[in-house]
């Protein structure tokens, strides 16, 4: 099977104590991951070595960066770099997150350079596409998609690519309460399986775990995480809770 991940997103949130508190209320819960599964928590850089600390040696259990630059190193005052990154010993990190893409101004171009010095330094990035309303509504989103797709991934291997986890995130969804339904979901995911098959091969497309990311709930994971194509969630809001990630976690499929 697949891995299946439940990947949380924490954003810009939570104090130092207020992080570690939550990272140990969800670690103490008695979660047990099969070996297809794994909980990944994307956390605010100043705590990445507090949380793999607190993490040790749990059984598919990863800490992620939220960023990197697109720039190996320089005069980038305020920015992260991957190597830095890596030599923290996380071994994550979300690429092209929406709001990334909004506030920030990422380009397509500048994710693949990202995406390059994630795996250069052995570091998995969860690759971040979706669509905003209005492309949504005008029932365009397949060709938007596979434009964020061919832009930021085509230029690698397909041995590159297996080290590549992908976030399906329906911008209109995000933080907004509105969630794709388990039909539209499926449906954009094996559209995205499709369209890696289709250039690195049917075998890289059927072991790409594919998220998906948009006002995940503990009262819908399991709906959404029982569609063929969804292999869990990249989430938000619901992550900050620790009961609810929980939840979230064990709605994976087993």
């Known amino acids: 099977m697949r891995k299946q991940i439940a990947a949380a997103n924490w ?8 992080a570690e508190s939550l990272l140990n209320d969800v670690l103490q819960s008695k979660i047990s991951l ?11 850089f100043p705590y990445l070595i507090m949380a793999n600390s607190l993490i040790g040696s749990q059984t598919n259990c990863f800490v992620s960066a939220q960023n990197c630059h697109h720039k190996p190193s320089g005069a980038y005052t305020g920015e992260v770099s ?3 990154i890596r030599s923290v010993s996380v071994r994550h990190c979300i690429v092209g997150h929406s709001e990334r893409r909004e506030y ?30 209005p492309v949504r509504e005008e029932g365009t989103q397949n060709a938007y998609v596979e434009k964020q797709l061919r832009e930021s991934l085509f230029h690698l291997s397909a041995e590159a690519m297996g080290r590549v986890v992908i976030a ?7 933080g907004t309460g509105k969630t794709a339904t388990t039909e539209q979901a499926q449906e954009i995911h094996a559209f995205i399986r499709s369209v890696i098959a289709e250039k690195f091969g049917e075998e890289a497309a ?15 994971a399991a709906d959404l995480f029982g569609s063929p194509d969804v292999d869990g969630g990249l989430v938000g809001g619901a992550s900050l809770v620790a009961a609810d990630f929980v939840q979230i976690i064990n709605a994976l499929k087993s």
Do not use: R
Not at 107 to 132: H, M, R, S, V
Not at 168 to 174: F, K, M, R, V
Not at 213 to 219: M, N
């Open 104 to 133: 920030f101004n990422e380009t397509n171009q500048q994710l693949a350079e990202k995406l390059d010095l994630c795996l250069k330094y052995e570091i998995t990035p969860i690759f971040c596409c979706g669509e905003p309303l």
């Open 11 to 18: 954003k810009m949130n939570c104090t130092y104590h207020q």
């Open 82 to 84: 991957a190597e830095m």
């Open 206 to 220: 059927q072991n790409l775990s594919i998220l998906y990311g948009g006002s995940v709930k503990a009262g819908n």
């Open 168 to 174: 399906y995130e329906p911008i209109w969804a995000i």
């Open 34 to 44: 099969k070996p297809h599964q794994a909980a990944v928590f994307a956390i605010p």
